[in-house]
Nanobody, 125 residues
Framework: QVQLVESGGGLVQAGGSLRLTCAAS????????MGWFRQAPGKEREFVAG????????YYEDFAKGRFTISRDNAKNMVYLQMNNLRPEDTAVYYC??????????????????WGQGTQVTVSS
């Protein structure tokens, strides 16, 4: 069992920045591919960014490219999502997820076995 806890959400103005953190309670964190998803009220959960277990590959949904950066520190069992130039449409609950699979499709939520509780990001106009 892997426990994931997100933090770093909050209320920011449009154009501002936030860094989300996901802390994982596992001795084998470096074996997991990690992803960030988000869900806004009344909308489907959507992929934001993913990172390979080793940190050597990253993947972004189109809306995140050039604004968001995913990274990880396997020594600290942490994954991050740096979000810059935030827009009101970025308002959502952001979730961290872990995937133990050897074959990985980052954008597919069904790939991930473990999920955090989410952290709220609100961007004002």
């Amino acid at each position: 069992q892997v426990q994931l806890v997100e933090s770093g959400g909050g209320l920011v103005q449009a154009g501002g920045s936030l860094r989300l953190t996901c802390a994982a309670s596992t001795r084998t964190f470096s074996n997991y591919h990690m992803g960030w998803f988000r869900q806004a009220p009344g909308k489907e959960r959507e992929f934001v960014a993913g990172i390979l277990y080793s940190g050597t590959g990253t993947y972004y949904e189109d809306f995140a490219k050039g604004r968001f950066t995913i990274s990880r520190d396997n020594a600290k069992n942490m994954v991050y999502l740096q979000m810059n130039n935030l827009r009101p449409e970025d308002t959502a609950v952001y979730y961290c997820a872990a995937d133990p699979s050897s074959t990985w499709y980052p954008e597919r939520s069904s790939e991930y076995e473990y999920w955090g509780q989410g952290t709220q990001v609100t961007v004002s106009s």
